[in-house]
T-cell receptor, first 115, second 117 residues
């Protein structure tokens, strides 16, 4: 079974703090993704990575950055958290390559509240 | 434009009723993929099914069935004899070349299903 884990289920931070969300997958997948989920909007892609140190912007990258130093780990960084970044953050991974059609498998999510 | 519409925001049924969740999509692609995911209260999205645009056969898996109709751009999901454990938010998603690549999913807003005993 594919296993995608996220470092925290719940996180509370203050405005202006630097926030790190960590995601780890154990299936040697090449692709990893970060989404945010908001009521009525579904999931929206923030960034994805198709290889170590490779990344591409998704639909809503503003205010976020990412880091992928190892294949199994993909970090989402909020350089200066703001209240409008309060959301559920979901990490996903899929097996192969930048143009992959493989199914994405998701982690349990991190519910971030920025006060 | 690539778009997925789940018009039903919330559905409430009593156990053992059948329920259909609607999904309508828009795409310019001739090759594309459609997905359904389930998100139970625990939060993790669980993959249910993936179909490609060339395979219009309906799919049945236990109490779950999917009806893919290209003519109406719909990929509807039916749960037969619903159970309380089916209570969740269900997402329909699309990927295709014009959504930014096959590995980028376009999600609908989700349908919250509540099954009452």
């Amino acid at each position: 079974d594919v296993k995608v884990t996220q470092s925290s289920r719940y996180l509370v931070k203050r405005t202006g703090e630097k926030v790190f969300l960590e995601c780890v997958q154990d299936m040697d997948h090449e692709n990893m993704f970060w989404y945010r989920q908001d009521p009525g909007l579904g999931l929206r892609l923030i960034y994805f990575s198709y290889d170590v140190k490779m990344k591409e912007k998704g639909d809503i990258p503003e205010g976020y950055s990412v880091s992928r130093e190892k294949k199994e780990r993909f970090s989402l960084i909020l350089e200066s958290a703001s209240t409008n970044q309060t959301s559920m953050y979901l990490c996903a991974s899929s097996r192969t390559g930048r143009t992959s059609t493989d199914t994405q498998y998701f982690g349990p999510g991190t519910r971030l509240t920025v006060l | 434009a690539q778009k997925v519409t789940q018009a039903q925001t919330e559905i409430s049924v009593v156990e053992k009723e059948d329920v259909t969740l609607d999904c309508v999509y828009e795409t310019r692609d001739t090759t594309y993929y459609l997905f359904w995911y389930k998100q139970p209260p625990s939060g993790e999205l669980v993959f249910l099914i993936r179909r490609n645009s060339f395979d219009e056969q309906n799919e049945i898996s236990g109490r779950y069935s999917w009806n893919f109709q290209k003519s109406t751009s719909s990929f509807n999901f039916t749960i037969t004899a619903s159970q309380v454990v089916d209570s969740a938010v269900y997402f329909c998603a699309l990927s295709g070349l014009n959504s930014g690549g096959y590995n980028k999913l376009i999600f609908g807003a989700g349908t919250r299903l509540a099954v009452h005993p």
